[in-house]
């Protein structure tokens, strides 16, 4: 179960990562890192 | 910050259509924190200002565009999971006009008045980087590839005002792909409506 729920946020981390990386859109709000 | 408003809005609507995240948790996800090394890697070069791009040969750029390879890599390892192909194709989009432009992402200084947010622009001058973003200031007439640069606006009157490109809208696509595809039901249940073979996307 513990295993699991690791498996699960290390996907959602990773994926979140891979696109917002991927992605060149200028930040709204004048703040943030442009992904 | 509208990619991660887009994977928020893809799993909700993946959890109202009866998905689960225990679901994810049997997808066979590889060497997912090369991913978040390269956004690491990405924020250290993003929130360290400079004047202007300096070319594809600074070493700045050259990390940034690195960074891209390590993310071209995570693409490959795992192309055969629902929507990576898409995610990659939104990728090398981005990255095919950041070459064409010394490095960076090059957007018009009429879009970035639009969105409301020309106060990012260090200065008014051609090749300016925009605070906090992987921006340069760059007229429609000097940008190389202009079709792929940041040319979309959500204008300032509306929530979430930005710029982006048709490689974010791909981005977009895919994580959205990817999440009602491993967020939805489980291979078991899937199996015993089907009665197809154990999905090899997913660990047994």
Do not use: C
Not at chain 2, 10 to 26: K, T
Not at chain 2, 177 to 189: D, G, H, N
């Amino acid at each position: 179960m513990k295993k699991t729920y690791y498996t699960i946020v290390y996907i959602v981390l990773s994926l979140t990562a891979l696109v917002m990386a991927s992605g060149a859109p200028v930040a709204f709000g004048g703040s943030g890192t442009g992904g | 910050m509208i990619l991660l408003v887009a994977v928020i809005f893809s799993i909700a609507i993946a959890l109202i259509r009866g998905g689960s995240f225990n679901n994810l948790g049997q997808v066979k996800f590889r060497y997912g924190w090369l991913a978040i090394l390269a956004f690491a890697l990405q924020a250290v070069i993003i929130w360290a200002p400079l004047e202007s791009g300096n070319g594809l040969t600074h070493p700045r750029t050259l990390l940034l565009l690195g960074s891209y390879g390590i993310l071209v890599a995570v693409v490959l390892l795992n192309r055969k999971l629902a929507g990576i192909i898409i995610i990659g194709l939104g990728l090398l989009l981005n990255l095919t006009v950041m070459v064409a432009n010394d490095g960076f992402m090059p957007v018009d200084s009429s879009v970035l008045r639009t969105a409301g947010l020309e106060e990012l622009a260090l200065s008014d001058e051609t090749g300016s980087r925009l605070t906090s973003t992987k921006d340069i200031l760059l007229p429609r007439e000097q940008t190389n590839l202009w079709v792929l640069s940041d040319i979309f606006v959500i204008p300032a009157n509306w929530p979430l005002s930005t710029i982006f490109s048709i490689g974010d809208v791909f981005l977009a696509i895919g994580v959205f792909v990817f999440l009602q595809r491993y967020l939805s039901k489980s291979p078991a249940m899937q199996n015993s409506e089907q009665t197809s073979p154990v999905d090899p996307d997913f660990e047994e």
